[in-house]
């Protein structure tokens, strides 16, 4: 069965950085798309950001939700089935519970993406 297990989630003070990592396994087919989902409390889970690379070229494109454009960078190790969330300048809204996502390919790289698999997520708190 697939396993996605999420790490790096802290508490940190606004303005500070963080680096999210996720590693699948236990797979025999899965698709290059993996992503990160956030749910803060009392709202809905919402898409981060997301990414697709070819194993064969290494080129992909990404997704950003416009809330951390220009502040969160996704990317992925597809040898290692991993991808990372690098999140600065963070600001006490990006509280949230972050879970990884993988598969399928179909809507990877956009917002209506609709993951088959998730990890148990993984926890970032950020002070004013």
């Known amino acids: 069965q697939v396993q996605l297990v999420e790490s790096g989630g802290a508490s940190v003070q606004a303005g500070g950085s963080l680096r999210l990592s996720c590693a699948a396994s236990?797979?025999?087919?899965?698709?290059?798309?993996m992503g990160w989902f956030r749910q803060a409390p009392g709202k809905e889970r919402e898409a981060v950001a997301t990414?697709?690379?070819?194993?064969?070229?290494?080129?992909?494109?990404?997704y950003y939700a416009d809330s951390v454009k220009g502040r969160f960078t996704i990317s992925q190790d597809t040898a290692k089935n991993t991808v990372y969330l690098q999140m600065n300048r963070l600001s006490p809204t990006d509280t949230a519970m972050y879970y990884c996502?993988?598969?399928?390919?179909?809507?990877?790289?956009?917002?209506?993406?609709?993951?088959?698999?998730w990890g148990q997520g993984t926890q970032v708190t950020v002070s004013s």
């Open positions: 236990g797979f025999t087919s899965i698709s290059n798309c």
């Open positions: 996502a993988a598969d399928p390919l179909v809507g990877c790289v956009t917002g209506n993406w609709r993951p088959n698999y």
């Open positions: 990414i697709y690379t070819a194993r064969s070229t290494g080129r992909g494109d990404t």
